[in-house]
């Protein structure tokens, strides 16, 4: 880890940073958080703001995500959709890890969701591939490849009933 | 890792700071930026002007804007939505009830009863809307300055 500053400088590693499950809904715009400094019902949100913040905003870099101390006596989150609907989340007496795993099923995308956008990125990325959602849909619509056995037969060597015939 | 630029932001949640502008106030929106050599995450903020025609946000407000569909003109590029903590009278979401910077208000009454309350103690049910002492002891609704010179024809009324 360069520059090993500050506490627990795991958090400020790429990996940790890429290791951040909580991708929020693409409908939510600002995620704040609300707690106190000190008070013992607050300290799983402060842990929470801790470790898994920079995961969050690392993850979800169109959203703006704030952090308000000291306002009221209740910890909470609240998070705003874009269709002006809010969430809020009470997090009184609630570890790091429950709000996390709470955040998770309400307002994070699921992992096939998260899959299927994995892979429709990489076929968006790449325009060298073919099938379904690409450009081509087979391999013998690429130059360089055997042409369509519907259009052109393929040599006898190849076709099955060929190699397989007892003679 | 660059931001990128809060006025093309749908939503957005800024505190209101002292402006100018007739129809629109300023919001000062704090939002982290990546630092890409040390991967921390820095707050950067962006200034936004938003359509308030009736300037129903006074400075220090948590406002939430909107952007506007169409641009009002160069710089207002967002409206006010709904002030979600006006400065002073915090309602927590979760009870309704009203706090003060941590306590709830009517916890504060119970325990000054019991302690005995002066006659002139602050009462926040009959003390008047924020903005009565504007322009004669409060001052935060412009941006004040040092008095560096005496002019003749100007009062300066902002000068500290």
Same mark, same amino acid.
């Given at each position: 880890?360069?520059?090993?500053?500050?506490?627990?400088?795991?958090? %400020?590693?790429?990996?940790?940073?890429?290791?951040?499950?909580?991708?929020?809904?693409?409908?939510?715009?600002?995620?704040?958080?609300?707690?106190?400094?000190?008070?013992?019902?607050?300290?799983?949100?402060?842990?929470?703001?801790?470790?898994?913040?920079?995961?969050?905003?690392?993850?979800?870099?169109?959203?703006?995500?704030?952090?308000?101390?000291?306002?009221?006596?209740?910890?909470?989150? %609240?998070?705003?959709?874009?269709?002006?609907?809010?969430?809020?989340?009470?997090?009184?007496?609630?570890?790091?890890?429950?709000?996390?795993?709470?955040?998770?099923?309400?307002?994070?995308?699921?992992?096939?969701?998260?899959?299927?956008?994995?892979?429709?990125?990489?076929?968006?990325?790449?325009?060298?591939?073919?099938?379904?959602?690409?450009?081509?849909?087979?391999?013998?619509?690429?130059?360089?490849?055997?042409?369509?056995?519907?259009?052109?037969?393929?040599?006898?060597?190849?076709?099955?009933?060929?190699?397989?015939?007892?003679? | 890792?660059?931001?990128?630029?809060?006025?093309?932001?749908?939503?957005?949640?800024?505190?209101?700071?002292?402006? $100018? &502008?007739?129809?629109?106030? &300023? *919001?000062?929106?704090?939002?982290?930026?990546?630092?890409?050599?040390?991967?921390?995450?820095?707050?950067?903020?962006?200034?936004?002007?938003?359509?308030?025609?009736?300037?129903?946000?006074?400075?220090?407000?948590?406002? /939430?804007?909107?952007?506007?569909?169409?641009?009002?003109?160069?710089?207002? +590029?967002?409206?006010?939505?709904?002030?979600?903590?006006?400065?002073?009278?915090? +309602?927590?979401?979760?009870?309704?009830?009203?706090?003060?910077?941590?306590? *709830?208000?009517?916890?504060?009454?119970?325990?000054?009863? $019991?302690?005995?309350? /002066?006659? +002139?103690? *602050?009462?926040?049910?009959?003390?008047?809307?924020?903005?009565?002492?504007?322009?004669?002891?409060?001052?935060?609704? $412009?941006?004040?300055?040092? &008095?560096?010179?005496? *002019? &003749?024809?100007?009062?300066?009324?902002?000068?500290?």
């Amino acid at each position: 880890m360069p520059f090993m500053k500050g506490k627990a400088p795991v958090r %400020r590693t790429l990996k940790y940073l890429e290791a951040g499950k909580l991708v929020l809904k693409n409908e939510i715009k600002v995620f704040t958080v609300n707690y106190n400094v000190h008070g013992a019902h607050h300290q799983g949100t402060k842990e929470f703001v801790f470790w898994y913040l920079p995961q969050i905003q690392y993850k979800n870099p169109n959203v703006q995500v704030a952090t308000f101390k000291n306002m009221t006596p209740s910890p909470f989150i %609240r998070c705003f959709y874009e269709t002006g609907k809010q969430m809020l989340i009470d997090c009184d007496n609630k570890s790091k890890e429950d709000i996390h795993e709470h955040l998770l099923k309400i307002i994070g995308k699921t992992r096939e969701t998260l899959e299927a956008e994995a892979i429709a990125r990489e076929k968006k990325d790449n325009p060298a591939n073919f099938g379904r959602g690409c450009d081509r849909h087979c391999i013998c619509e690429i130059p360089g490849q055997i042409p369509c056995p519907e259009i052109v037969p393929l040599p006898n060597h190849m076709r099955g009933k060929f190699i397989y015939a007892k003679d | 890792m660059a931001l990128p630029a809060a006025s093309r932001s749908l939503l957005l949640l800024g505190e209101c700071v002292p402006c $100018v &502008k007739h129809n629109a106030s &300023k *919001f000062k929106i704090k939002r982290l930026e990546l630092d890409t050599n040390l991967l921390m995450y820095f707050r950067k903020d962006d200034f936004v002007y938003a359509h308030d025609p009736e300037k129903k946000c006074k400075t220090g407000d948590i406002v /939430l804007i909107e952007q506007l569909p169409q641009k009002m003109t160069r710089l207002i +590029t967002h409206q006010v939505k709904d002030i979600i903590y006006p400065l002073g009278d915090i +309602t927590d979401p979760i009870t309704g009830k009203k706090v003060v910077a941590g306590k *709830f208000r009517d916890h504060i009454e119970e325990v000054n009863q $019991v302690y005995g309350k /002066l006659p +002139t103690a *602050f009462d926040y049910g009959k003390a008047p809307e924020r903005g009565w002492l504007e322009d004669k002891k409060d001052f935060t609704h $412009v941006e004040t300055y040092i &008095k560096y010179h005496k *002019f &003749k024809n100007d009062d300066q009324p902002y000068a500290v």
